[in-house]
């Protein structure tokens, strides 16, 4: 009973009253975040940003988790019931979903949605609680050699996450790197490219950064297509749960599905777009009936939806452990804990045990919560849906402003926001992705930090960064990651 110790000081950490009403507010405002097409979860904990400055680490790390695990879920309802999914977690979930909802399940849909995305969930957590104090066990053996490889493969993940354009992806990135060398160097103590201007002495400020490129542009873009918002014809919702014998059936798709979605989630770059593909089609090469699948068959609801919710925990492997993001939520979610003062990594599960226990804790509860909203609220979502977009859209815009001013009360960080929004809004006009000037802005500073101290330590010797094994172990995957992104990218031969 011993090992269960941290997780129950979680949970009475958790469910305490000062800290649970922050899950909630994360869980329930992931879901309606990601029913409501055009926001994501990575906008999601942007608008929380504000929030997280006014409670401690561990209850701003649980809520981030709720809003994660939440916006996940909540893409497949809108997914379901207008054929649009949230999140492009929930792409997979429109092929079987939305022809429930013509054949009048909606309900039905998006129970079995609930149920597997709950069980997902929770399945990963328990993946996570096992795989990380072992990886992160590992990692306290890391120096700045090993450090600095490491940070090298997390900016491959760039070519990761650069969508349909690997050169677009790898400019972006580049752009990040540039406005991440802004400011003061940190080995010589110089001003660099501020331009004598005191408020580049200290660099971008993140918190501005990360509201303009992700929420701000987004509002941009959602406004332009205003007059397409809202009106949609509300389905019927019919029965909300399975038959017995249904979910027996389930359970042989839920289980692979969410293990399918954890190990996706676990290799950095990937997200829940592919596990819930994958996840599909492995449900549908193995089931007894394939031919159902994309007529309205609740096993093609549930593969998508366990494996996307199975990516949650397994994202939060290599992000805690090594401080290198999953996808692109956890990207934000990086820059998030940056700012509020938790650097992941080893050394968080030695000093700050009790910032794990809760995240554990949490991701479990969030789940919990998940199964609980879903159907004391299925007949809210089709409310949620129909919020105009004109009201919806301006809303998100205040708030971005009013997060951005609470960062130092100046109007200079408001301004810094509109920049990035503008830069962010022609980025998505002209297909350059978000997510590699994130990655740019938060690991090149840390890659300089880590080089510079290797250098030193070693008096300027550079072949000290190919001398440890596990460096060089980082150096091929990097490789081998880069050269699996090109063979991927569109208009590759093998594409």
């Given at each position: 009973?011993?090992?269960?110790q941290?997780?129950?000081s979680?949970?009475?950490f958790?469910l305490h009253?000062?800290?649970f009403?922050?899950?909630?507010?994360?869980v329930?405002?992931?879901?309606?975040?990601?029913?409501?097409p055009?926001?994501?979860?990575?906008?999601?904990?942007i608008?929380l940003?504000?929030?997280?400055?006014y409670?401690?680490?561990?209850t701003?790390?649980?809520?981030?988790c709720?809003?994660?695990c939440?916006?996940?879920y909540?893409?497949?309802?809108?997914?379901?019931?207008i054929?649009?999914?949230?999140?492009?977690s929930?792409?997979a979930?429109v092929l079987?979903?939305?022809?429930?909802?013509q054949?009048?399940?909606?309900?039905?849909?998006?129970?079995?949605a609930?149920?597997?995305?709950?069980?997902?969930?929770?399945?990963?957590?328990f993946?996570?609680m096992?795989?990380?104090?072992q990886?992160?066990?590992?990692?306290?053996?890391?120096?700045?050699?090993e450090?600095?490889?490491?940070?090298v493969?997390g900016?491959?993940?760039i070519?990761?996450?650069s969508g349909?354009?690997?050169?677009?992806g790898?400019i972006?990135?580049?752009?990040?790197?540039m406005?991440g060398?802004v400011?003061?160097?940190?080995?010589?103590?110089?001003?660099?490219?501020?331009f004598?201007?005191?408020s580049?002495?200290?660099g971008?400020?993140?918190?501005?950064?990360l509201?303009?490129?992700f929420?701000i542009?987004q509002v941009?873009?959602q406004l332009?297509k205003?007059?397409?918002?809202?009106?949609e014809?509300a389905?019927?919702?019919g029965?909300l749960?399975p038959?017995?014998r249904?979910?027996?059936?389930?359970?042989?798709?839920?289980?692979p599905?969410?293990l399918?979605?954890?190990?996706i989630?676990v290799?950095?770059?990937?997200?829940g777009?592919?596990?819930s593909?994958?996840a599909?089609?492995e449900?549908?090469?193995?089931?007894?009936?394939?031919?159902r699948?994309?007529?309205?068959c609740?096993e093609g609801?549930?593969?998508?939806?366990?494996a996307n919710?199975?990516?949650?925990?397994?994202?939060m492997?290599?992000?805690?452990?090594l401080?290198i993001?999953g996808?692109?939520?956890?990207?934000?979610?990086l820059?998030?804990?940056?700012?509020?003062?938790?650097?992941?990594?080893?050394?968080?599960?030695?000093e700050?045990p009790?910032?794990?226990?809760?995240?554990?804790?949490?991701?479990?509860m969030?789940?919990?919560?998940?199964?609980?909203?879903?159907?004391v609220?299925v007949?809210?979502?089709?409310?949620i849906?129909?919020?105009?977009?004109a009201?919806?859209f301006?809303?998100?815009?205040?708030?971005c402003?009013?997060?951005s001013?609470?960062l130092?009360?100046?109007?200079?960080?408001?301004?810094?926001?509109?920049i990035?929004?503008i830069?962010?809004?022609?980025?998505?006009?002209h297909g350059f992705?978000?997510a590699?000037?994130v990655?740019g802005?938060?690991?090149?500073?840390?890659?300089?930090?880590?080089?510079?101290?290797?250098?030193?330590?070693?008096y300027?010797?550079?072949?000290t960064l190919?001398?440890s094994?596990?460096?060089?172990?980082?150096?091929?995957?990097?490789?081998?990651?880069v050269?699996y992104?090109?063979r991927?990218?569109?208009?590759?031969?093998?594409?």
């Amino acid at each position: 009973m011993e090992f269960l110790q941290p997780v129950l000081s979680g949970f009475a950490f958790v469910l305490h009253p000062a800290h649970f009403p922050f899950l909630f507010i994360g869980v329930a405002g992931g879901i309606a975040v990601g029913a409501l097409p055009g926001l994501t979860g990575s906008v999601g904990i942007i608008l929380l940003l504000p929030f997280l400055f006014y409670v401690d680490s561990s209850t701003a790390l649980v809520m981030m988790c709720g809003m994660f695990c939440g916006s996940i879920y909540g893409g497949s309802i809108s997914a379901i019931l207008i054929s649009t999914p949230g999140t492009p977690s929930a792409a997979a979930t429109v092929l079987d979903g939305y022809p429930m909802a013509q054949k009048g399940e909606a309900g039905k849909a998006i129970g079995v949605a609930t149920i597997a995305s709950a069980a997902g969930g929770i399945i990963s957590t328990f993946c996570l609680m096992f795989i990380a104090p072992q990886l992160a066990g590992f990692a306290l053996e890391f120096g700045p050699e090993e450090y600095f490889a490491l940070m090298v493969f997390g900016l491959t993940i760039i070519a990761s996450v650069s969508g349909k354009s690997l050169t677009k992806g790898l400019i972006a990135g580049v752009f990040g790197l540039m406005i991440g060398v802004v400011g003061i160097d940190p080995i010589v103590g110089y001003a660099r490219y501020s331009f004598d201007i005191p408020s580049l002495m200290t660099g971008f400020p993140l918190l501005p950064v990360l509201i303009g490129l992700f929420a701000i542009s987004q509002v941009f873009v959602q406004l332009e297509k205003v007059h397409k918002a809202g009106g949609e014809t509300a389905p019927v919702l019919g029965n909300l749960l399975p038959t017995a014998r249904e979910m027996l059936g389930l359970v042989k798709v839920i289980i692979p599905s969410s293990l399918i979605g954890t190990l996706i989630g676990v290799i950095p770059g990937t997200g829940g777009a592919i596990a819930s593909f994958l996840a599909y089609n492995e449900a549908k090469r193995f089931s007894k009936h394939p031919e159902r699948f994309g007529t309205g068959c609740i096993e093609g609801v549930a593969a998508p939806e366990a494996a996307n919710n199975g990516t949650t925990g397994g994202a939060m492997v290599p992000l805690l452990t090594l401080g290198i993001p999953g996808d692109v939520v956890t990207a934000v979610m990086l820059g998030a804990l940056m700012l509020i003062g938790v650097r992941p990594g080893p050394l968080l599960f030695t000093e700050t045990p009790e910032i794990i226990n809760a995240v554990y804790a949490g991701l479990l509860m969030a789940n919990v919560l998940i199964l609980l909203l879903g159907f004391v609220s299925v007949r809210l979502f089709p409310m949620i849906l129909k919020v105009p977009a004109a009201t919806l859209f301006p809303l998100v815009m205040a708030l971005c402003f009013i997060g951005s001013f609470s960062l130092s009360n100046s109007s200079y960080d408001m301004t810094i926001a509109l920049i990035f929004g503008i830069i962010g809004y022609f980025m998505q006009k002209h297909g350059f992705p978000a997510a590699p000037v994130v990655l740019g802005v938060i690991l090149g500073p840390i890659a300089e930090d880590v080089l510079g101290r290797a250098l030193i330590t070693a008096y300027g010797d550079w072949t000290t960064l190919l001398r440890s094994p596990i460096a060089i172990f980082f150096y091929v995957i990097s490789v081998t990651s880069v050269a699996y992104s090109m063979r991927r990218a569109p208009g590759s031969p093998t594409d």
